[in-house]
């Protein structure tokens, strides 16, 4: 639950993919997100998984769940510069939403 | 509808002022939520409301008051403040404590400014 890791910074160049990295801790999480948070704004919900899938691809954002390591990635594809924010995963217990420490992606033009 | 709304968006107050934040949203949910955030920050879970009765208070200091008056109304009062409580304070809401499968919807959040 309390203790969801993720990389503090990303920097990548426009055109890019970028992956950003997240360890969980509650195996028995249902869900798990990625939140973007761009600066003074509050969190956008930018995709969940269900913990029974491996893969899920939304457009340009594909998130890989490895539920043996509790391993989260979400990688953006043609990274641009308006991806530039922190992102955020988070679980839910069930009970409640446990945030990961924040990842901040800076995009180079 | 599908936002939270808070407001104000900034606020700046003194340490002896009394003040609320407010939040609203349409979509039928019944569990809201309170998150304090500093800078370069994950969101710190404060209040949980779930049917407008209070639920979790994560050992939050009493200059802190929470207030549901209805299933739509989330508000927090202020009352004197630290400097150490200027932070980001973000409403959410979900369906139901416990039930957030598509994840809770944040508003933009209150910056709060304690001088």
């Known amino acids: 639950g309390e203790d969801v890791e993720q990389s503090l910074f990303l920097s990548v160049r426009e055109g890019d993919s970028s992956v950003i990295n997240c360890t969980y801790t509650d195996s028995s999480s249902t869900y798990l997100y990625w939140y973007k948070q761009e600066p003074g704004a509050g969190l956008q919900l930018l995709t969940y998984?269900?913990?029974?899938?491996d893969m899920k691809q939304d457009q340009r954002l594909t998130v890989l769940l490895n539920k043996k390591d509790k391993h989260l990635s979400l990688r953006i594809a043609d990274t641009q510069t308006g991806d530039s924010a922190i992102y955020f995963c988070?679980?839910?217990?069930?009970?409640?939403?446990?945030f990961g420490t924040g990842t901040s992606l800076t995009v180079i033009p | 509808d599908t936002e939270v709304t808070q407001t104000p968006k900034h606020l700046v107050m003194g340490m002896t002022n009394k003040k609320s934040l407010k939040c609203e949203q349409h979509?039928?949910?019944?569990?809201m939520y309170w998150y304090k955030q500093k800078a370069k920050k994950p969101p710190e879970l404060m209040f949980v409301?779930?049917?407008?009765?209070?639920?979790i208070n994560e050992s939050v200091p009493s200059r802190f008051s929470p207030e549901c008056p209805n299933s739509s109304l989330l508000n927090l009062h202020l009352h004197a403040l630290q400097p150490e409580d200027s932070a980001l304070y973000l409403c959410?809401?979900?369906?139901?404590?416990?039930?957030?499968?598509?994840?809770?919807?944040f508003g933009s959040g209150t910056r709060l400014t304690v001088v």
């Open positions: 998984i269900f913990s029974n899938m």
């Open positions: 988070a679980e839910n217990t069930g009970n409640q939403f446990y």
């Open positions: 979509m039928g949910h019944r569990a």
């Open positions: 959410a809401s979900s369906p139901a404590r416990g039930t957030a499968v598509y994840g809770y919807t």
């Open positions: 409301y779930s049917y407008e009765k209070l639920s």
